[in-house]
């Protein structure tokens, strides 16, 4: 069980492609979009979840009338 949880994948829903897990640590990132419908929608009590690649979002995204907002993360170092 164990070691099924260390090389446990996810696929894009935008390709189809697996997304390989390796001890615990995705090699690459990717979204992870989950999403709880509520009462004021046609899925009321639904739970959906989409996982994109990189590729598959810019694409995704780039069919937005507005581009998503967009802030540069700084590190900071403790003096
Ligand atoms: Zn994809």
Redesign the pocket.
Known sequence: MRKNDRMKTLT??????MLVRDKGIFREDFVDLRKNWGYFSRKDTQNHRVI??E??YDRLTGLLAIPPQIEEETELLAL
């Open positions: 894009c829903n935008g390709c189809g492609r994109l690649c590729d598959c």
